[in-house]
């Protein structure tokens, strides 16, 4: 099993819309994802961070079959969907996959 961590600090607003109400909707539409992709085991997001370092807004946790199924998630045209959000209000980005 692979898990794929992202973390990602936002801009403050964008588009008159805060970071926090931006940290929702990416929390609604990444998890949305769960049952819809072949390989992907699970997947949750929160924006309740306690503590990072460096800093960062929002974090998303996500576990699959293998890299195969990793790269399929990637690629997957439902995913790309949230990814051009994402992009919309990221100003930074870390990910971390790891062999479980």
Not at 79 to 92: D, L, P, R
Request: charged share 25%; with cysteine.
């Amino acid at each position: 099993m692979i898990r794929h961590i992202v973390m990602w600090t936002l801009k403050e607003e964008v588009d008159g819309v805060s970071a926090k109400d931006n940290a929702a909707k990416m929390k609604e539409i990444l998890e949305a994802l769960n049952g819809r992709i072949e390989g992907l085991k699970h997947l949750e997001v929160s924006y309740n961070i306690v503590a990072s370092d460096p800093e960062c807004h929002i974090v998303l946790c996500s576990d699959h079959d293998d890299v195969d199924a990793l790269n399929f998630y990637q690629d997957h045209p439902e995913h790309q969907a949230c990814v051009a959000f994402v992009k919309t209000v990221a100003s930074s980005r870390k990910v971390l996959d790891y062999a479980v």
